[in-house]
Every structure is written in structure tokens, then in C-alpha cells.
T-cell receptor, first 109, second 114 residues
Framework: GENVEQHPSTLSVQEGDSAVIKCTYS??????FPWYKQELGKGPQLIID?????GEKKDQRIAVTLNKTAKHFSLHITETQPEDSAVYFC????????FGSGTKLNVKP | SAVISQKPSRDICQRGTSLTIQCQVD?????MFWYRQQPGQSLTLIAT?????????ESGFVIDKFPISRPNLTFSTLTVSNMSPEDSSIYLC???????????FGPGTRLTVT
């Protein structure tokens, strides 16, 4: 089955800096790659996604890039704010979702 | 996106008992899923809840332990049966239209088994 690896496990940045989280996947059949933000005590929230026929997608301060050849995709958050502090999960989908292990992002004011 | 609610939001249960978790969506959806998130861990798919037929379980999860119902397009239940402390987790339902894509999650049910 699919195997998704996510790095780093923790990330601490200063408010206003950029944050990058990277994921790799193994199954070339994966064609959909969502990112979720999970705040403490809440369910995961879909923040951005990308399909395999697109290389990059942006939504305000958030962007995702996909390199199908290398089988990796990344989440980029610019101008980070304290409210961006949460755990972020990537997933790869050849059908059902396979999640990465999560990245705890801490944005220091 | 759909508004999803789960009941209960949290519970503490005795070993050997069962708990039924409800998932309600404010609009009809084609697909509903149940996930488990063990403390500090990632999400693992338990099963896909199929309307009008038996759920489709993932490897490592069985119907006797996690019976699922889906009587209509807005509601599903997951029962955690004969619980042990290892079942202590967050149980999440998610929904999607038509395919696995664009899944939206409920707030989760935090279960502690003593």
C-alpha cells in the first residue's frame, strides 16, 4: 500500500517567517494530495489540496507544490501568525487516504 | 462544506463495555468514513460506511469489534465493542461527495477506556 512520510515532526518559527512542511509518497497511483490543520481538541480541517495534474496551488498565505516525478509535495505558509500554530497532516490518495505522521507548528509571537 | 456533528464529544468507559458514536451531517453526502486517531498519532481509516449495505473495513479492523450503521445519507454510527484500554483514541467521522476526495471531518469523539 501507500506510504507517506512527513517532515519535520516539529517546526518552530517566528511570527512573520515562512514555514515549509514536506511529504513524500510511494504509490504512483496517488493522484490527490490534501493538507489538514488540526487544532487542539478539534477535528482536522481541510486547508488546501492539489490534484496530480497540477504542479502548484495557492490560497492567500498558503501554497502547495507537487513534484510527481520525485513523489513529493510540500505545504508553504508565508507570513506566519500565532493562529497558524497547530498540527498539520498531509495525505496521499490513490483512493482512500494515507496520512503522514503530522507536523506540530509553533509560531512564536 | 458540510457541517458535521458527533455525539458524544468525549466519554470515559469501563473495559468490557461498548460505546456507540453518532455522526450527523447537515446535508446529504455520498460517502462517510470512520477514522481512529490514537493519542499524539496520525489518522487511520477504520471503514467506509455504505448507505444501505455493510461497511467496507480496512485491514486490521473487523465488524464484530467496530459495527457500523448508515441508515441514510446524513447519519452514521460507529460502535466500539468490548472495549479495552487500547481502544482509547479519538474517533472521527468524515464525509465526501462522490469520491474519496475533499473529505471534511467532524470534531471527533475522545474516548478513554479504564
Amino acid at each position: 500500500g501507500e506510504n507517506v512520510e512527513q517532515h519535520p515532526s516539529t517546526l518552530s518559527v517566528q511570527e512573520g517567517d515562512s514555514a515549509v512542511i514536506k511529504c513524500t509518497y510511494s504509490d504512483s497511483a496517488s493522484n490527490y494530495f490534501p493538507w489538514y490543520k488540526q487544532e487542539l481538541g478539534k477535528g482536522p480541517q481541510l486547508i488546501i489540496d492539489i490534484r496530480s495534474n497540477v504542479g502548484e496551488k495557492k490560497d492567500q498565505r498558503i501554497a502547495v507544490t507537487l513534484n510527481k516525478t520525485a513523489k513529493h509535495f510540500s505545504l508553504h505558509i508565508t507570513e506566519t501568525q500565532p493562529e497558524d500554530s497547530a498540527v498539520y497532516f498531509c495525505a496521499a490518495s490513490p483512493g482512500k487516504f494515507y496520512f503522514g505522521s503530522g507536523t506540530k507548528l509553533n509560531v512564536k509571537p | 462544506s458540510a457541517v458535521i456533528s458527533q455525539k458524544p464529544s468525549r466519554d470515559i468507559c469501563q473495559r468490557g463495555t461498548s460505546l456507540t458514536i453518532q455522526c450527523q451531517v447537515d446535508s446529504q453526502v455520498t460517502m462517510m468514513f470512520w477514522y481512529r486517531q490514537q493519542p499524539g498519532q496520525s489518522l487511520t481509516l477504520i471503514a467506509t460506511a455504505n448507505q444501505g449495505s455493510e461497511a467496507t473495513y480496512e485491514s486490521g479492523f473487523v465488524i464484530d469489534k467496530f459495527p457500523i450503521s448508515r441508515p441514510n445519507l446524513t447519519f452514521s454510527t460507529l460502535t466500539v465493542s468490548n472495549m479495552s484500554p487500547e481502544d482509547s483514541s479519538i474517533y472521527l467521522c468524515s464525509v465526501a461527495q462522490d469520491t474519496f476526495y475533499e473529505q471534511y471531518f467532524g470534531p471527533g469523539t475522545r474516548l478513554t477506556v479504564t
